[in-house]
C-alpha cells in the first residue's frame, strides 16, 4: 500500500468518526449513518490493500 493511499484511507476514515459524532451531537441519524458508512469503505479500502500487499510480497 503506497503512503499516499494510507493517507487518503485514514482521511476518509477520520471523516466518517467526525459525521458520525457529529450526528450524534446534533441527534442526525442521516449524518451518523453517513459517518459509519464513510468508515466502513474506508475500512474495506485498507483491507484490499493490505491483500494486494501481502500478494506482492
Avoid: C, H, V, Y
Amino acid at each position: 500500500m503506497s503512503m499516499q493511499d494510507k493517507i487518503k484511507n485514514a482521511a476518509e476514515q477520520a471523516t466518517g468518526k467526525i459525521k458520525e459524532s457529529a450526528g450524534k451531537a446534533t441527534s442526525d441519524e442521516e449524518k451518523e449513518k453517513e459517518g459509519r458508512k464513510d468508515q466502513g469503505k474506508a475500512s474495506l479500502k485498507q483491507a484490499a490493500e493490505k491483500a494486494k500487499d501481502a500478494f506482492k510480497s
